[in-house]
C-alpha cells in the first residue's frame, strides 16, 4: 500500500545505513524518501519535488558538498540540512555559504533534535515560498495595471477614473491634449474648471449621486472650448 502525506516531502541521504535506518524511524511520520549515497541522491532530486534534504557531508563517490553544488544548478528549491562529523567542519562552513538551512554535529543527539530541525526547515522553506508568491502576485498586478494604463492611454476617447471619495486621480493623454490642461490643474475636483458653467452644478450633483448609490454615472455635458 502507498503511503500519502500532506506534510513537506523529505530526503534523507546517508552512506552509513545504520544510520539512515536512524533517521527513517525519526522521521517516519513524514514517510521520508531516502538514498545511500550521492548519486542515488541526485536522481530522486531530478525526477521528484523534494522540499527538505538531510544529507551526510563525507560520502564515496559524489560527496555531500557536490550534491549540493549540482542541486544548486539544477533544483536549487529544498532546504538543506547537513550531517557534519568533528572532522569535517570546514566542509559544514562551505555547505552553509551554498545555502544549507543548518547543520548537525555527528552523532545526531536525539530524534527530537532532528525533527526539530527538519521542522524548522520545512517552515522556512514554507515561508520563503510564500513571500515569492505574493511577489510574484504584486509583480503581476503591476504589470496588469500597467498594461491597462497604456491601453487607457492610447483611447481615442476622454478617459478618467476616480477614487471611491469621488477624487479624480487619473486622465488619459486624450483629456490634456484636448482640453489643454496639466494632471495638477485638474486633480481631484480640478475637472470642474474644464467645463461649461451652466452645468458644473448638475455633473456635480449627478457624479455625488453616483457615489452614494453604487450606481454608473452617465452623462452628456461640454467641454469648456
Request: include cysteine.
Amino acid at each position: 500500500m502507498a503511503t500519502t502525506t500532506t506534510g513537506p516531502r523529505i530526503l534523507l541521504v546517508d552512506d552509513d545505513r545504520a544510520v539512515l535506518q536512524t533517521y527513517l524511524r525519526a522521521l517516519r511520520e513524514s514517510a521520508p524518501l531516502f538514498a545511500c549515497d550521492g548519486i542515488a541522491a541526485r536522481k530522486i532530486l531530478s525526477e521528484t519535488v523534494v522540499d527538505v534534504v538531510v544529507c551526510d557531508l563525507e560520502m564515496p563517490g559524489m560527496s555531500g558538498l557536490d550534491l549540493m553544488r549540482w542541486a544548486k544548478e539544477h533544483c536549487p528549491h529544498p532546504e538543506w540540512i547537513v550531517i557534519s562529523g568533528q572532522g569535517t567542519l570546514d566542509s559544514a562552513v562551505q555547505a552553509l555559504k551554498l545555502g544549507a538551512f543548518d547543520f548537525i554535529c555527528k552523532p545526531v543527539q536525539s530524534a527530537l533534535q532532528l525533527q526539530t530541525v527538519v521542522t524548522n526547515a520545512a517552515r522556512h522553506k514554507a515561508l520563503v515560498a510564500d513571500i515569492t508568491e505574493r511577489r510574484a502576485m504584486e509583480v503581476a498586478i503591476r504589470e496588469s495595471e500597467r498594461q491597462l494604463r497604456q491601453l487607457v492611454e492610447n483611447l481615442p476617447e476622454l478617459a478618467w477614473s476616480a477614487r471611491a471619495d469621488g477624487h479624480v486621480d487619473f486622465y488619459n493623454r486624450r483629456w490634456y491634449d484636448y482640453t489643454g490642461t496639466t494632471f495638477a490643474q485638474m486633480e481631484g475636483w480640478g475637472w470642474k474648471s474644464a467645463h461649461s458653467p451652466e452645468m458644473v452644478d448638475q455633473g456635480v450633483e449627478n457624479w455625488m449621486r453616483s457615489l452614494r448609490t453604487g450606481e454608473p454615472f452617465e452623462m452628456e455635458f461640454p467641454l469648456r472650448a
